[in-house]
């Protein structure tokens, strides 16, 4: 069995104890996933599996197997155009070390998705209709599983809420 | 984390008869993968039951029974728990982040350890439910998340589930199987108190499995549910204390009233004391804040976790106020 990785297969690890993080960046060499606390406490290793966001810290490499995994490195398109979030982190300052920034898309664009979706958050006043406008209260409730030690939050939701808007157009 | 071999179940049979023979269930990790790299625990095989059957199933009469392997994202986002059980959408909404409700599943919910600090601390500190024995370091600690309720001399730990808060409120019973057979026990009988021997923290015996969860019914309480957590940071945080409350009033009188408490003590709290006093009376705040008291009554706070009395209070106050449509 092989795990997809950014449209690849790549085979399972031998060792059980290989965490998908340590598969990707050190076996894989992509570096883009940022390893923070290795504990599940700062959403650095955020990773899309089978399409929802999951800290790679916390999964073995071999749950993932025979899913499909997607990587920062796996949202720009084909002659390298960035992904509308990745251009919107540029534009709106989403980043200062920009450590956390591969998570923080990642993570993003799944939410996008749960949004999508009609998913509630626990801010969410009417938790059976669901979100029926998008806050900026709902954004950080979210996007909570992401730490930015830089403080980059306001710059971080105003992406989102660019990505949000061009989207939906 | 030390050497270890990774299958995963083909099917419940499978599954059952590896941990029969002594493998650890790994369902999303999230818990357990942290656990064992920090050698909390030691596991020589692990047995993936996260792939097994993940179905939400209406039953007859309006109850739904939820498979173990079901996350709990996927349990908070179901239309029916969002219609009928709020308390537990909410609950489960309030718990980790997304990327871990993503993964963790309900069975793996239940059993999570405790986020005491001195349990982890394998290097640095003593803990009797890590090591039967050797004594507590949490009892004159840094206890500020620690238990006001049910706690020993031996633990002051807390079980960290917001689910299971709500569940615990809504009548909930865990469905097991095992060596011997099949069998149903109430969530809020499933977790034991710490006693002499905090190492025991479930009913769990050796070689069972939880196969799901049966919500009964919603009765009118539960319909109208909520709930509420109070912790360090406004997300993503462990629960200082929090409140699953559900009130149904008729005639200017509370006929039904559920509460659980989290963040107090070794299992999800049912207060039934406080649920008793409110039958009969006027939704009010002053007869919310006197059933709560009764029971708070035998709390018994830390050096650093006095706070955690009146929070309760205030916070199950707000809660079940709300509910009742009053004014606070």
């Not at chain 2, 625990?41 to 498979?67: H, K, M, N, P, T």
């Not at chain 2, 179901?78 to 709020?86: A, I, K, T, W």
């Not at chain 2, 200082?240 to 149904?248: N, T």
């Amino acid at each position: 069995m092989t795990i997809r990785v950014n449209d690849t297969e790549v085979p399972a690890p031998d060792d059980a104890r290989i965490s998908l993080l340590d598969l990707l960046r050190e076996h894989l060499h992509l570096t883009g996933t940022k390893k923070g606390c290795d504990q599940g406490a700062c959403g650095a290793c955020t990773v899309l599996l089978d399409g929802n966001r999951v800290l790679s810290c916390l999964t073995l490499a071999v749950q993932a197997e025979g899913r499909e995994v997607r990587t920062i490195e796996g949202f720009a398109g084909a002659t390298g155009e960035l992904h509308v979030l990745q251009r919107a982190f540029v534009e709106q300052d989403g980043l200062q070390c920009g450590y956390c920034t591969p998570g923080q898309i990642c993570s993003a664009i799944a939410m996008a998705e749960e949004l999508r979706r009609g998913e509630p958050s626990y801010v969410t006043p009417d938790i059976a209709a669901g979100p029926a406008t998008v806050t900026r209260e709902e954004i950080r409730e979210r996007m909570s599983g992401n730490l930015c030690r830089c403080g980059a939050h306001n710059g971080i939701v105003e992406a989102i809420e660019v990505m949000l808007a061009e989207t939906a157009a | 984390m030390t050497p270890l071999h990774y299958v995963r179940a083909g099917d419940r049979a499978d599954a059952l008869a590896r941990v029969s023979s002594g493998a650890r269930c790994l369902g999303g990790g999230t818990n357990l993968v942290d656990l064992l790299r920090q050698n909390v625990e030691q596991a020589s095989e692990l047995v993936d039951v996260s792939r097994l059957d993940g179905a939400i199933r209406e039953r007859d009469g309006g109850g739904l029974f939820i498979d173990a392997a079901v996350t709990n994202a996927v349990l908070a986002a179901h239309p029916l728990v969002r219609r009928r059980y709020p308390v537990l959408a909410r609950a489960l909404l309030a718990g980790a982040s997304a990327q871990i409700r993503n993964m963790a599943t309900v069975g793996g919910n239940i059993l999570q350890r405790t986020r005491c600090m001195y349990f982890y601390d394998v290097d640095g500190a003593r803990c009797n439910k890590r090591q039967p024995g050797a004594g507590c370091d949490a009892r004159e600690g840094f206890n500020r998340y620690h238990a006001i309720l049910g706690a020993s001399d031996q633990c002051v730990a807390t079980h960290p589930s917001d689910m299971c808060v709500a569940l615990a409120m809504l009548d909930a019973v865990v469905h097991l199987s095992g060596p011997s057979g099949d069998r149903a026990v109430p969530l809020a009988d499933f977790h034991v108190l710490p006693g002499a021997t905090p190492q025991v923290e479930t009913v769990l015996h050796p070689g069972e499995l939880i196969t799901g969860v049966e919500l009964p019914p919603p009765s009118d309480a539960v319909v109208r549910s909520d709930y509420r957590k109070v912790r360090d940071r406004s997300s993503y945080a462990f629960a200082l204390v929090s409140v699953a409350g559900g009130l149904a009033v008729a005639d200017g009188r509370v006929r039904e009233a559920r509460i659980a408490l989290g963040g107090v003590a070794a299992k999800p709290w049912r207060a039934r004391r406080a649920e008793a006093a409110l039958v009969g009376v006027a939704p009010h705040p002053e007869a919310f804040l006197a059933a709560i008291r009764e029971e708070l009554a035998d709390a018994r706070p830390l050096s650093g976790n006095g706070f955690k009395i009146g929070l309760v209070e205030r916070t199950a106050v707000a809660v079940l106020t709300t509910l009742a449509g009053a004014r606070a």
